[in-house]
T-cell receptor, first 115, second 113 residues
Framework: AQSVSQHNHHVILSEAASLELGCNYSYGGTVNLFWYVQYPGQHLQLLLKYFSGDPLVKGIKGFEAEFIKSKFSFNLRKPSVQWSDTAEYFC?????????????FGKGTKLSVKP | DAGVTQSPTHLIKTRGQQVTLRCSPKSGHDTVSWYQQALGQGPQFIFQYYEEEERQRGNFPDRFSGHQFPNYSSELNVNALLLGDSALYLCATGVGEGTGELFFGEGSRLTVL
């Protein structure tokens, strides 16, 4: 069965620090990969996605993620975080050919950025 | 442009009761998926509706059922509620099949006593 593992439960950073959140998935076939973000009091929203092509994907608000097939990883990065990045971040995978609505989510990483 | 709307936002039920949650998709969307998010966990896929049919189902018992209406809105029904059904229920909508780009509602928080 597919699964997604996020390495960190809670990350605390100061503003301007660099961020890297780990995500590993277990699925042998072609995958579509996603990072979703949930800001305090708001709904889940798409941060970035990987379908194919360039393994370095750029998303909104300066976030990027790198797909490394050999490591089954899709880590999220940002060079310099801001207080407004405080949120919970979820990595998700959709198996190729699976239902469009069927995403497997990790447990999430809560990011707290100190001003 | 309205996003995904869910109702009710909060509700409290007792064990054994039944509950119905509702979802109106984002304008232009025709696929509705339902997720359960327990405290401290990521969302877990329940099922997906497209063209008024259940297209795929996650690892949830038959107590969880749903429906999609001709206007693409959807309901999630849970029968014989258990304490463990307490969670945030999320509706996510999209267009057709394949991309996995979902737009989520803010959820319905169900507490079972």
């Amino acid at each position: 069965a597919q699964s997604v593992s996020q390495h960190n439960h809670h990350v605390i950073l100061s503003e301007a620090a660099s961020l890297e959140l780990g995500c590993n998935y277990s699925y042998g076939g072609t995958v579509n990969l996603f990072w979703y973000v949930q800001y305090p009091g708001q709904h889940l929203q798409l941060l970035l996605k990987y379908f194919s092509g360039d393994p370095l994907v750029k998303g909104i608000k300066g976030f990027e993620a790198e797909f490394i097939k050999s490591k089954f990883s899709f880590n999220l990065r940002k060079p310099s975080v801001q207080w407004s990045d405080t949120a919970e971040y979820f990595c998700a995978v959709k198996g190729y050919g699976g239902s469009q609505g069927n995403l497997i989510f990790g447990k999430g990483t809560k990011l707290s950025v100190k001003p | 442009d309205a996003g995904v709307t869910q109702s009710p936002t909060h509700l409290i039920k007792t064990r054994g009761q039944q509950v119905t949650l509702r979802c109106s998709p984002k304008s232009g969307h025709d696929t509705v998926s339902w997720y359960q998010q327990a405290l401290g966990q990521g969302p877990q896929f329940i099922f997906q509706y497209y063209e008024e049919e259940e297209r795929q189902r996650g690892n949830f018992p038959d107590r969880f059922s749903g429906h999609q209406f001709p206007n693409y809105s959807s309901e999630l029904n849970v029968n014989a509620l258990l304490l463990g059904d307490s969670a945030l229920y999320l509706c996510a909508t999209g267009v057709g099949e394949g991309t996995g780009e979902l737009f989520f509602g803010e959820g319905s928080r169900l507490t079972v006593l």
